[in-house]
């Protein structure tokens, strides 16, 4: 079985400060993890992911998140967050390999809110 | 990028009527559609798997007789479903895979059973 787990409900953080969102996850063999943004009543808009390769992954919006196999995490950052970044966060783990069918589970979502 | 289009937007429809929802993928051939359903301010249940040309796997718990899916080319998907009630109101989202890898996700649809 694979899950994904986000600890925070929300995350409120000022304008111009760093954002952190995070993600621990749990799937058997080598996990493709993502990152994904809602809008309310908007479907999922693709901000990162995660294959092989470099632990650091930039996407887009100025994000980016790091792989820890170790920690089996893939927190989200924003070294600035604007307000416009106020949105629901989910993260995605679904198991490496060739098939395209291989299902995601997504995290419970964390809200972030950036004050002005 | 690829797109999926996800149509209507949002619906609104009486008791006991159905209800076509369809996903298409506007620049890539969708091997694999996923249908997912999200309550308010919660994450998103997967509903069913459907690859095209085959029969859709649905998630335990999920009534197949209720949400029909139908794959019939690569490049749409239709959930319809049937006899709706006000409990099936939600946010219903598709997401597909084509032949290189990644899942892209439609817009959402808002059901509101009356």
């Known amino acids: 079985a694979q899950s994904v787990a986000q600890p925070e409900d929300q995350v409120n953080v000022a304008e111009g400060n760093p954002l952190t969102v995070k993600c621990t996850y749990s799937v058997s063999g080598n996990p493709y993890l993502f990152w994904y943004v809602q809008y309310p009543n908007r479907g999922l808009q693709f901000l990162l992911k995660?294959?092989?390769?470099?632990?650091l992954v930039k996407g887009s919006y100025g994000f980016e998140a790091e792989f820890n196999k170790s920690q089996t995490s893939f927190h989200l950052k924003k070294p600035s967050a604007l307000v416009s970044d106020s949105a629901l966060y989910f993260c995605a783990v679904s198991r490496g390999g060739r098939s395209n069918d291989y299902k995601l589970s997504f995290g419970a979502g964390t809200t972030v809110t950036v004050r002005a | 990028g690829a797109v999926v289009s996800q149509h209507p937007s949002w619906v609104i429809c009486k008791s006991g009527t159905s209800v076509k929802i369809e996903c298409r993928s506007l620049d890539f051939q969708a091997t694999t559609m996923f249908w997912y359903r999200q309550f308010p301010k919660q994450s998103l249940m997967l509903m069913a798997t459907s690859n095209e040309g085959s029969k859709a796997t649905y998630e335990q718990g999920v009534e197949k007789d209720k949400f029909l899916i139908n794959h019939a080319s690569l490049t749409l998907s239709t959930l319809t479903v049937t006899s709706a009630h006000p409990e099936d109101s939600s946010f219903y989202i598709c997401?597909?895979?084509?032949?290189?890898?990644?899942?892209?996700f439609g817009s959402g649809t808002r059901l509101t059973v009356v």
């Open positions: 995660y294959i092989t390769g470099d632990n």
């Open positions: 997401s597909a895979t084509g032949f290189s890898y990644g899942y892209t």
